[in-house]
């Protein structure tokens, strides 16, 4: 019996369910997705703050390598699995009675086992002014829009005048992309001839330090790191409203911009809404059981940003990142593949191993089971997981042409 399977979104998540769930013979697997490419988060900073000649002849990188860094089509992922899908189309809901889901292109999709994993947007909490004017950073395309704004900036300004990018919000997003962002600038500034001094960054964070969730150990080498690149920092600063090149604070003062780029929140995908008798929790993320599942619906799973998944040691509900959404896929495709069989599934239990925050250049922070270093040792450590990341997806001949492109981007945005 081939048993029908849907996972709706080709992100982390998505992805990785299909490709566990691949290796089952007896499954089918669709896999939709708006886009027709998977993106790798980590590299949107490199396209953010690529530096890309405006001459002929050979350049080290171009537009398609800037691009094949950062997203993957979905196709060439599953190439090699033949009873994977894949599908470009846009998800309006599903009938969970009636065991489908309903497309905008194609129409209704039967499914025995559905998992979905739409992921998140950016969240602009409601501040007016901060959709229209603020940058975001979700996708390759907004990571394109912000490194061509930064460029045009840099080009039109007047030497003699002080140009000024603030980044709202200091947490990872925030700081990964400061720290990029300094290198950035500062080749841009003697390419067009302008005194260093005349450009700065600044981060402006609503809390009392930067990096929130993390512990003092990060807080405060985050912290001494973005000060030597040369970062400003404005803390307790929550901002209220967005005006013209002008950022409002909750305190009633003013902070003039030449951009602005907002860091500070995501929310789930606004498709989620569509979703029938589910009660969406904080940031409008979708509640699932200990086994994933989205509740009362024994066949339909939750994976990754969309997820309000508890954590039963610290009562909390998970973060965000790319780490969870791949432990939850591994859970997801192993339970689909129990339920299939008739076994009793397995439980999600939350793991906290660490993490790796580069901030700039070959410089990263570490912090993964209790060992703590800083410099160029986590950062290598840091490319050698997203190495073995695209192996899980593409086996690692391809997988190294890739990261070695990824690799020869960042050496030239040194």
């Known amino acids: 019996m081939i048993h029908e399977i849907i996972i709706v979104g080709g992100g982390f998540g998505g992805a990785r369910v299909a490709k566990l769930l691949a290796e089952e013979p007896n499954f089918h697997i669709t896999l939709v997705d708006k886009s027709r490419y998977h993106t790798f988060y980590p590299n949107l900073y490199e396209v953010a703050t690529a530096y890309l000649p405006e001459a002929f002849g050979h350049l080290p990188i171009d537009f398609v390598d800037l691009k094949s860094s950062a997203i993957y089509p979905l196709e060439d992922i599953f190439l090699d699995d033949i009873n994977v899908s894949v599908l470009e189309d846009e998800f309006l809901g599903a ?25 998140s947007e950016t969240n602009y909490f409601g501040i007016p002014g901060m959709a229209e004017k603020a940058l975001p950073l979700k996708n390759f395309f907004d990571a394109l829009g912000l490194r061509n704004a930064i460029d045009e900036l840099f080009f039109r300004a007047p030497k003699n005048q002080l140009i000024k990018i603030v980044i709202g919000g200091g947490g990872f997003t ?51 790191r973005l000060e030597k690149l040369d970062v400003k920092f404005m803390f307790k600063s929550a901002i209220k409203e967005i005006r013209q090149n002008e950022i409002i604070l909750g305190v009633g003062s003013k902070v003039p911009y030449d951009l602005l780029i907002w860091t500070a929140g995501v929310k789930a995908s ?9 009660k969406l929790e904080k940031a409008s993320c979708v509640p699932v059981d200990k086994n994933l599942r989205i509740a009362p619906h024994e066949n339909v799973f939750g994976v990754g940003d969309i997820t309000y998944s508890v954590d039963e040691a610290t009562g909390k509900s998970l973060p965000m990142t790319a780490s969870v959404a791949l432990r939850e896929a591994k859970c997801v495709a192993e339970n689909i593949k129990r339920m299939a069989a008739k076994k009793p599934l397995l439980y999600y239990r939350a793991s906290h191993p660490g993490f790796i925050i580069p901030l700039g250049g070959r410089y990263a922070l570490l912090e993964l089971y209790g060992v703590r270093l ?9 490319e050698f997981i997203a190495l073995k990341y695209w192996a899980g997806l593409l086996g690692w001949r391809r997988a190294f042409g890739l990261w070695k492109k990824g690799l020869e981007i960042h050496s030239w945005n040194d």
Request: net charge positive; aromatic share 10%.
């Open 374 to 382: 800083s410099g160029l040792l986590p950062w290598l450590l840091k």
């Open 270 to 278: 606004e498709s989620v809404k569509t979703l029938e008798s589910v």
């Open 174 to 224: 925030g700081c990964e992309l400061a720290g990029e962002l300094m290198g950035y600038m500062d080749k841009l500034s003697r390419i067009h001839g302008r005194p260093r001094y005349y450009a700065e960054c600044l981060i402006v964070e609503a809390a009392e330090t930067l990096l929130g969730s993390a512990s003092p150990w990060v807080q405060k080498k985050a912290k001494a």
């Open 95 to 119: 009938d969970f009675k009636k065991h489908f889901v309903n497309l905008r292109k194609t129409g209704k999709l039967r499914y025995d086992f559905l998992a979905l994993a739409m992921g």
